[in-house]
């Protein structure tokens, strides 16, 4: 069994420290542990990296999965609007503000 430090061990015949609070690191232990059966039963060489990647054993729900890929095209979008002024950084930027007098002091800014 995968026991984190506060599992309790009741019926379980072998103990494999880890942290079991997290998906992914659930995940990441059946990957670790496929690989080293493979390796054990001579399957693959302890020389040569294993090509399956983690995210095969990483559980992902179809629904997040389409709502994730929305949000990227939904960015990509609005990157390419933003990358469209791309080339106005180095002017000079223009007053937004009606009698804009840069430097100029109106008024008496003194307490009353």
Known sequence: AFCHSDSPL????????????????????????AREVL???GSLERNVEWDVM???FI????EDQEKDEAEQEF????IESIDGGADTWN????????GDNAG???????AP
């Open 10 to 33: 009741h019926n379980v015949d072998i103990a494999i420290p880890c942290n079991n609070k997290g998906q992914n690191s659930i995940g990441l232990l059946w990957w670790l542990l």
């Open 39 to 41: 390796r054990l039963r």
């Open 54 to 56: 983690i995210d095969m």
């Open 59 to 62: 559980y992902r729900n179809p």
């Open 75 to 78: 960015g990509q979008g609005q």
């Open 91 to 98: 002017e000079e930027p223009e007053s937004n503000w009606p």
């Open 104 to 110: 100029a002091q109106t008024g008496d800014w003194g």
